[in-house]
């Protein structure tokens, strides 16, 4: 069993910053897939970032590129998503998720994963 916390979401300008934070508790986590999902209101839920834990390969949507990237402290067992340069299309709910299959981070398909944090909130207005 797996269990994902997240936090610092918050309100930001457009064009400013902010880190999300995962702290990850489980057993056999350095060979999981971690990711960052997200969801507007009246939208699917969509994969935005992840990572493979065994070796540290990330892959982005590509509407994020460049923007967001993916700092760990093993540590702390947590996986942050730092979002730059924020856009009025990134606000929503940012969901933490896990995987024991660490293919399922890959750079064309967003599976479902296995367990998900409760999420958390990004809004970006001026």
């Known amino acids: 069993q797996v269990q994902l916390v997240e936090s610092g979401g918050g309100l930001v300008q457009p064009g400013g910053s902010l880190r999300l934070s995962c702290t990850a508790s489980g057993d056999g986590l350095e060979n999981y897939a971690i990711a960052w999902f997200r969801q507007a209101p009246g939208k699917k839920r969509e994969g935005v970032s992840c990572?493979?834990?065994?070796?540290?390969?990330?892959y982005h949507k590509d509407s994020v590129k460049g923007r967001f990237t993916l700092p760990r402290d093993n540590a702390k067992n947590t996986i942050s998503l730092q979002m730059n340069s924020l856009k009025p299309e990134d606000p929503a709910v940012y969901y933490c998720?896990?995987?024991?299959?660490?293919?399922?981070?890959?750079?064309?398909?967003?599976?479902?994963?296995?367990?998900y944090g409760p999420g958390t909130q990004v809004t970006v207005s001026s």
């Open positions: 990572i493979r834990l065994r070796d540290g390969t990330t």
């Open positions: 998720a896990a995987d024991p299959f660490f293919y399922y981070c890959s750079p064309h398909e967003w599976p479902e994963y296995d367990y």
